[in-house]
């Protein structure tokens, strides 16, 4: 975490003279130096960087260079929109992909499983904004039943504004999250499936199978479990990479969250909103890997009965 | 010399890898398809006769014409006109080509990096090792868009804006293969450590090989099949960057466009009925990752035993 | 009728170049209440056998031909016979004990579930039943490791809970696949105790698969001998092992390495050997041969090893003593045994010796040098030249990429950089042909060679060197006892012949007894008494050392 804070901080620092970028070009140096001081660029890096630490456990991560409003201020506004968007593409992605994993690691053989093969590996190679493409030309441009860009209809809970409280929001997301979900998925069937097929291989498998175990127990007790740990460590990996791949999503359908916001931060070099995006990004995954480990924790006994005993 | 090249020759056809391939139509489809691509692409010049970055030859007449199957269709334009009046077909292998130029250096830079990285690491382990699969870990989190994202973020706050247009196609290079590296560097560390611990090493050792021989001339080759595999899913994988960081206007400028680019300019006639403008270059994309990675996927199941 | 009947099975693999018979055409009869062994060498379709009765043949076999009738119910006949007989009738014992039992599912769970399947029990009556069966295979503490997972038991234990799987709904017959080869010699007569015991009390059928002749014929009642998917020869187990009456299995009991006496080579009545008698060492006019003065070449004086064990734990305390304290010296010429059970600390000692490790305390000295202080890579080559190993596993100790030229001519050229290629290839051809291997073997690869040719490579490049010490690290546990029979007469002409000094390593007192001429025996990283090798056998100073010697699978037990 500290590390990714200081990458931030660094690139908030010595990329470009943020006072280049602030000011117009007629300042003058006497004008430029006062500014400085005043933002404290002339102090240690030390110094800097501990500041830029406590302002960021504060939120405070200054002011957008291009839209002159302070960050903490766009993020928290355009937050729920990502949100929302990551966490329905990533149940989607998930669920269906586990499924139908499963299913085609079980029934090797099979019309079923090669089509969801094929169409997996033909998902992979479909790049996320050609799908949203795709998706807007059918959906909104020929068939016309879903919108191609926004939001929709927000309600307003405080600090959250959601989408899943009017018809409109909830029809808004349907597209965005569906895309984005889709290349996760593809990715999930075909580990899900790999491991499935691996396990079912084993030796504590076939030896079920010789006790006369029936098949039913031995697919969804035995191997399931034995398949799910690692899909623990995908799911958390999963949700990082959706927020990434939400940036893609949100630029297709011109989604209001944060990814949108970061690419117009990357086109303009606009230095704090890219800082405080990466430190945003750097807290979650390090929440997601605790989360994981905790789950390991409960679901894996060979971590759990070791750590006992080496505490008792 | 004859004879030894027979004898090679032999030893594919009898190998199952070959078997495996005739075996499977997925295989050769794809790699047909490759070919055709890929020559296509890189001979372009004399595959069609329209420059597309010609001025000169180009006809604000021609634009906006659909492909020579509908009703308004030209003949001489079999995939239609951009809004410039570009032939779309000559536009997408030209496009094909920088896509294609970008994906194999960012893959070959990233295999370079990453399986020396992974070699070494593995091979030594200890604090070195640490460093090294501690920065992968590091880097694994963060998804390779967004890490290519940062990297030409920071590229254009440090290189002037005229300077980058033409830098680019470097920056993106760069960007792709830094992104990707970890996964050779994991994959090749991984299969390192399998054959590090094999006897064949350790008698090298007791003969006296030194390690930089040991490291290159007995455990390269041993894990070169997994980094095959891992390198022909990268470079479907770096294509798709690729598009989509052009798509995300953060690529190759306008003026050497790529797959990307195409699909993004074309995106904004899509409301207004001039389908064909982004469907060819987005089919095209689509057709060359997924023969690359049916190819890749063939590769996995052949050369790893292990699920079979 | 017998309890089981199988009637010319067979069973076929279809490969991509060809089909394999894994069986061809097996009868064999199974009562109640006795054991019989099935025994043959890798690929002799033993292990086809036993998985056929139970139906689970791996792909992409096939039973191609007869049936097995079980207490009159032919298995074949409908797909779901087997089901009825899996673990209610039949019972199966894995090899491997690690990897048996699921991971994540207490072994209780795992009980219980299976009990469920074939009894109409509750769950407490199950549990009972359970544990009372934890307690008959010989668990201390059933009721409180009813509820553990698999990982917190050791090898033996393990296997201990397969085996009360396999047994827990009372199966009348009893397929057991190897039971003991990846178990310790201590904790693998238990196992075939409880197997003995268990068949009395339970009066089970019990079909004992195995390559082991000495467990053959301590634990078996008959014994049918299988050799590339024929049944070469069945019959009582100490007809057969005493009067076998088919070339192949006098072949194979005689190159079974005998416990109770040393012979000077083993016969062997393989066909492939044609030529008997000594090998036609051909580089013996290269080599520079020393003369055996009477001096001790290798002097080990109070080595130790410890494994720093974080890469599990955080802390150090968990540190392994690999190596504790040990002293031995070996004189030139001679071959010296270091023999003990896995986790004994005698591969670490081999590996220090060859400098794969370094050493936590004491001296390794060869030749009055003490080699574990080098620190100049120069000085290091004189002695790697001179210190050479022979690995145990024939599979990994070849680079696979690369031809047997360049295997062998490897360290040649690395040694003497000047040789000239003319020169080179003639050494490589009598290399090649001193491990009996011919000059074509030069231009094939490693994966083209058997188990055993692969061995004889690995030896031509170890004396590529010309080294004084050879380390051989357990050479033959991984090959066949025919196979081993050769091999050990190769290394056996080469010391002879070459002056070699032998330092041979391995858990199998049979085959040490053949090679040695004194043998130190080790225990968790301790040594516990170094003789000559006929005092050792005869009259054991050590209390663990006379343990294993009554505990040995013995051959000879038949007379007794």
Known sequence: MLIVAFVSFSLFNFVGDPINNMVGEETSDEERSELRESLGLNDPIHIQFSRFVVNATKGEFGISYQLRRPVSELISERLPATIELVLISALIALVSGTLLGVYTGINRKGFLSDAILAISLLGVSLPTFVIGILFIYLFAVILGILPSFGRGEVVSLGYWSTGFLTLSGIKAIILPSVTLSLFQMTYIIRLVRAEMMEILQTDYIKFARARGISEKSIHYKHALKNGLIPVITIAGINIGTLIAFSIITETVFQWPGMGFLFIQAVQFVDIPIMSAYLVFIAFVFVMINFIVDILYYFIDPRIRVKSEAVSG | ?308 | MAFLKINNLSVNYEMRRETIYAAKEVNINVEKGEILGLVGESGSGKSTVGNAIINLIDEPGKVSGGSIILDGTDIYEKPENILKLRGKKIGLIFQDPQTSLNPILTIGEQLIETIQTHLKLTTEEAKNKAIKLLKEVGIKDAETRFNNYPHQFSGGMRQRVVISLALCCEPELLIADEPTTALDVSIQSQILDLIKTLTKERNLAVILITHDMGVISETTDRVAVMKNGDLVEIGPTKEILTKPKEIYTKALVSSVPPTNKKINRFKIIEKENKIEGETNIKILNRWTKKDIIDQDLVKIKNLSKTFDDNFFTESSKNSVMAVDDVSFNIKEGESFGLVGESGSGKSTIAKMIVNLYSPSAGDINFDNVCITKIKNNKEMMKFRKQIQMIFQDPYSSLNGRLKVKEIVSEPIKLHNPSISSKDLDSYIYDLLESVELTQQSAERYPHEFSGGQRQRISIARALATQPRLLVCDEPTSALDVSIQAQILNLLKDLQEQLNLTILFISHDLPVVRQMCDRIAVLKNGKLCEISKTEELFKNPSHEYTKELLTLMPKIESIYN
Request: charged residues 15%; glycine residues 8%; negative net charge.
């Open chain 2, 1 to 308: 010399m004859d004879n030894k090249n027979l004898t090679l020759l032999n030893r594919i056809k009898d190998s199952d890898i070959y078997f495996s391939f005739i075996k499977s139509p997925t295989a050769i489809l794809s790699t047909i398809i490759l070919i055709i691509i890929f020559f296509c692409s890189f001979f372009v010049e004399f595959v069609t006769p329209y420059n597309p970055f010609d001025p000169s030859s180009l006809s604000l007449m021609d634009a906006f014409t659909p492909p020579s199957w509908t009703e308004e269709g030209l003949a001489k334009f079999i995939l239609g006109t951009d809004g410039q009046g570009r032939d779309m077909l000559a536009t997408i292998l030209y496009g094909a080509r920088i896509s294609l130029i970008v994906g194999f250096s960012a893959v070959i830079f990233a295999l370079v990096l990453g399986v020396g990285l992974g070699l070494s690491a593995g091979y030594f382990g200890g604090r070195y090792e640490m460093i090294v699969m501690r920065l992968t870990d590091v880097q694994l989190t963060v998804p390779s868009i967004l890490m290519a994202l940062l990297v030409d973020g920071i590229a254009r706050g440090i290189i002037s804006r005229e300077l980058h247009d033409e830098m680019a196609i470097y920056v993106l290079i760069f960007a792709i293969g830094i992104s990707e590296w970890p996964q050779f560097a994991r994959v090749s560390r991984a299969a390192t450590l399998v054959e590090k611990n094999k006897d064949y090493v350790s008698a090298s050792t007791i003969i006296g090989v030194s390690n930089i021989i040991i490291m290159f001339k007995h455990i390269l080759p041993n894990i070169m099949r997994p980094v095959l595999v891992i390198g022909t899913i990268g470079l479907a994988l770096a294509i798709i960057a690729e598009a989509t960081l052009s798509f995300l206007g953060v690529g190759v400028p306008p003026t050497t466009p790529s797959l990307g680019t195409l699909i993004r300019l074309g995106n904004d006639f899509l409301f207004s009925g001039e389908w064909w403008i982004t469907f060819f270059p987005a089919i095209f994309l689509v057709i060359l990752a997924f023969s690359i990675n049916l190819l890749g996927d063939w590769m996995r199941d052949t050369l790893n035993p292990k699920l079979n």
